[in-house]
């Protein structure tokens, strides 16, 4: 069975510009879940998705977006890139939508800002 | 405010001898405790969990961890250790709101000598 899968896996970027990052869940998972990993930190919450609302908002600004399709596939979007938005961004899919439930992370989307 | 802390940034063991990692975390209710692995190149996969019950909890790979609530910790623990260990180990709490929101440390970087 496949996990979860992100694309793409690495890219580069201009500061100012626009980043789309895609992540497939796991089949039969219903939430998704986005996090940021800077080089030498611990994932940081960006948002969870739950049969398509949002669920649950981390403390990051504006520019960052996300949305889950009617196939629970999801989507993250920065605006406007930062140098300080370089990371590792992580998809992580759950069945349930409670925090009970086991995380089943991507192998992620390295993003680099230059 | 919830924060999970990991005061051990590096620790190199060699292989065959006894591990443990420690975690502390600062929560206002009966927590939600994970331990995640990331090996490089991979995205984090759940070691084992703790959310009620016997305070002892094993995992996959020969780990176990134990909740002790009067120290706030959740330590990670293996008896003997293999070189295939060496990653990157997260302790993380399962936030208050009932979405799935975890809150990880900055993870301990596990060396193995041979």
């Known amino acids: 069975d496949a996990g979860v899968t992100q694309s793409p896996t690495h890219l580069i970027k201009t500061r100012g510009q626009h980043v789309t990052l895609r992540c497939s869940p796991i089949?039969?998972?219903?939430?998704v879940s986005w996090y940021q990993q800077v080089l030498g930190q611990g994932p940081q919450f960006i948002f969870q998705?739950?049969?398509?609302?949002?669920?649950g908002r981390g403390n990051f600004p504006d520019r960052f977006s996300a949305r889950q399709f009617p196939n629970y596939s999801s989507e993250l979007n920065v605006n406007a890139l930062l140098l300080g938005d370089s990371a590792l961004y992580l998809c992580?899919?759950?069945?349930?939508?409670?925090?009970?439930?086991?995380?089943?992370f991507g192998e992620g989307s390295r993003l680099t800002v230059l | 405010a919830q924060s999970v802390t990991q005061p051990d940034i590096h620790i190199t063991v060699s292989e065959g001898a006894s591990l443990e990692l420690r975690c502390n975390y600062s929560?206002?209710?009966?927590?939600?405790l994970f331990w995640y692995v990331q090996s490089p190149g991979q995205g984090l996969q759940l070691l084992l969990k703790?959310?009620?019950?016997?305070?002892l909890v094993q995992g996959i790979k020969g780990f176990e961890a134990e909740f002790k609530r009067s120290q706030s910790s959740f330590n990670l623990r293996k008896p003997s250790v293999h070189w295939s260990d060496a990653a990157e180990y997260f302790c993380?709490?399962?936030?208050?709101?009932?979405?799935?929101?975890?809150?990880f440390g900055a993870g301990t970087r596990l060396a193995v000598h041979p």
């Open positions: 992580a899919s759950s069945f349930g939508g409670s925090n009970t439930g086991e995380l089943f």
């Open positions: 998705y739950y049969e398509k609302e949002e669920r």
């Open positions: 089949s039969g998972h219903k939430s």
């Open positions: 993380a709490v399962g936030a208050l709101g009932g979405y799935n929101k975890l809150i």
């Open positions: 929560y206002g209710a009966t927590p939600y």
């Open positions: 703790y959310f009620s019950g016997d305070t």
